[in-house]
């Protein structure tokens, strides 16, 4: 088998969006194909026209507050007064509530990235005579809510032409189409610096529409307006943007909002008027993502400990373990047990739990099958929410052990590497090769390589913990270092092989290769 070169990684990547019918901006869908956008679009001109009170219902992860901050934007551009609520994940619960319908006296409702299984939330407001327009993206479930308008691609009726899009992403399309109705004077294109950290928090796939509004996105955000990414470019630093600087750096602070206290916090940093209002609103978010980040090994910890290998999902729960981390936590285990997994919360003889998964299954389907236990649920194929009362919890357990027994083989997606890995041939133009297709993401991952039989020269432990490796290595004569971050297990063999990344290092303005280990094959 040939190695990868930079020829042969510059064809194998541009491969992957050689059929991308939206390659340019002028290319993308336009809203009209959207279920039900019309008549909500008409619904919102009337209001607008009656100065109706109208209220957007957001949601406390990064997709809602960005769907939510699109639409208080958007109408802050054409002078129309709304009110906003993003539900507070400890008070409210998720997304349109009936403790939210508390708070509504009149007008119109919208909700933005929620709202499709908001059955009793949906009929209070029809009790109060109040419309309900519905933009979400989650999976429909039997039931759907009673609502003027739904507008979300996961309809079956839909003919939107991509359905994978987050929910800021409908959001958007609907501002664009309120535009299109009333004539306006607003650049869509403006949103795209938000809409982009949307697409990648979520975990949308990177290919076809997303893939070209991530990439105009990353660029929006280097010359963007808004207070908030002027503050967030002066304390990166960062010469481009990449999608591993969203993923890794701005959406967990994003998140940690919501997560930790009240999502108000970083809609208040995405909407701040000034340099000293995006500060302060940073560094709040700063401390509330390290509080998270602790919170977040304590449960994991707790979790793995109560973790039976054999099963096929990870599934464990604990007193009081901290709602807004429960979601990250269910994550690594998946990853690192390589199967679903589903982590509780309990309270109050009530069960909170999060599930996540990177598997040929789907989530949301395989959890309907113990529907008759849940006092509610929702979600996708690699993410979902659910609640039960505690004493269901092992029944739950027995049927999705069941379930999955049938799916032995899809429980986890091993990553596919680009193929072996010529080393003598990576330098700074094979990386440059790499960045010219961001951005990376779901069904477009970034470059993996293997390196077979290579020869171990070299460990060294790093950090003030000593729980990172830098490892010299030999591969046909070739000397190379290579690192292996949150592992200091340094009893290796002579020689193994490797499944790697590449980046750029960037140390006291000198930039070099950097190898970045993501397994060791023993």
Known sequence: ????????????????????????????????????????????????????????????????????????????????????????????GYGLSPKIVDMINDGLVITVDNGISAMPAALKLKEKGIDLIITDHHTVGEQIPYAYAIVNP?????????????????????????????NLDVKMTDFLDLLCVAIIADIMPMTALNHTLVKQGLKKIKTSPREAFKKLNEVMSKQAFVSDDIGFFIAPKINSAGRMEDASIALEFLLSKTSYQANESLQMLEELNNFRKTLQE??????????????????????????????????KLSNSFKKPAFIFSLNNAIAKGSARANANINLHTIITKASHLLIGYGGHKNAAGLSMKEENLEEFKAIINKELEEHKNDLHIEPTTLGELDVSSVDLQFIDI???FEPYGLENLK????????????????????????????????????LKFNDSNSDLPSSFDLIVSVSKNEFRGEVTPQFLIQEIIL
């Not at 109560?306 to 464990?316: L, Q």
């Not at 470059?447 to 591969?475: A, R, Y």
Request: one cysteine or more.
């Open 447 to 482: 470059p993996i390589f293997k390196i077979s039989n290579v020869s171990l020269v070299k460990c060294t432990l790093l950090g003030k913990d000593k729980n990172h490796m830098k490892l010299m290595l030999n591969c046909d004569g070739v000397i190379f270092e290579a």
């Open 298 to 331: 304590e449960i994991t910890k707790k979790a793995e400990a109560k973790t039976d290998k054999n099963d096929n999902a990870v599934i464990v729960w604990g007193e009081d373990w901290h709602e807004g981390v429960i979601g990250i936590v269910a994550s």
């Open 434 to 436: 790499i960045d010219q």
């Open 1 to 92: 088998m040939s190695k990868v070169t930079k020829n042969r990684l510059f064809e194998l990547l541009s491969a992957r969006h050689s059929n991308n019918p939206y390659s340019r901006l002028a290319d993308i869908p336009p809203p009209d194909n959207f279920k039900d956008i019309k008549k909500a679009t008409s619904r919102i001109k009337t209001a607008i026209l009656n100065q109706e009170t109208i209220t957007i219902v957001g949601d406390y992860d990064v997709d809602g507050v960005v769907s939510t901050t699109i639409m208080v934007d958007f109408f802050k551009k054409i002078n129309v007064k709304i009110d906003y609520i993003i539900p507070n994940r400890f008070e409210h």
């Open 154 to 182: 996961k309809q079956e009726d839909c003919t939107f032409e991509f359905k994978d899009i987050c929910g800021a992403q409908v959001a958007w399309y609907l501002c664009a189409s309120i535009k299109k109705e009333l």
